[in-house]
């Protein structure tokens, strides 16, 4: 349970049209959900809390995304924020920057997921760290970066090592690599 797939992970097992009614079929019965246009999830069940049928979020069916696409994707804007704990924002659509095709994907619970073409620069990150942190920090905007986010931000660079941080500074903003570095030193 908790599989995302699309008709194209069937393509051994029939012809197309068969396998999309099939798929269609499935769905209306409820065995699996349809999280968006040719998107599909057996989902997970929580029984424990009686929350019923759990979807995947959005982190999940992006990365299935960009797994089928054979294409990379760095999270941005709000949702990096969210994602470091530096704001309790959850953005209605999330956004990705990504080396695929550029294009919107409408959920059924009415969100969505926007992928935006970027240069490679911007995935070229080796950190994970360093990357949301850069995407979250550009969204703040120099400047503009809080006390309280200061101290969230140093207690996540405690975790990670210095240099793996490091190696990622000749692909953020000078701002950006002033502050990390501060605040690896406090």
Same mark, same amino acid.
């Given at each position: ?39 599909? &999830? ?143 030193? &406090?």
């Amino acid at each position: 349970r908790g599989s995302i797939f699309s008709s194209a992970d069937f393509i051994n097992m029939g012809e197309p049209k068969s396998v999309l009614k099939a798929l269609e079929r499935m769905a209306n019965a409820g065995t699996i959900v349809r999280v968006s246009r040719g998107i599909y &999830c057996y989902p997970k069940i929580d029984k424990f809390l009686g929350l019923g049928v759990i979807c995947p979020t959005f982190e999940e069916i992006a990365q299935y995304i960009a797994k089928r696409d054979k294409a990379r994707i760095v999270p941005t804007g709000s949702y990096a924020l969210n994602v470091l704990g530096l704001s309790t924002q959850v953005p209605a659509n999330v956004v990705y920057l990504t080396d695929g095709s550029p294009r919107t994907i409408s959920l059924k619970s009415g969100r969505g997921i926007k992928f935006i073409k970027t240069a490679p620069k911007n995935l070229a990150f080796k950190n994970k760290l360093a990357m949301l942190l850069t995407f979250a920090l550009k969204e703040i905007g120099e400047g503009n970066v809080t006390e309280d986010q200061k101290q969230i931000i140093k207690n996540l660079l405690k975790n990670e090592e210095k240099l793996a941080v490091e190696k990622d500074y000749t692909l953020m903003p000078t701002w950006i690599q002033h502050l990390l570095s501060k605040l690896y030193e &406090c």
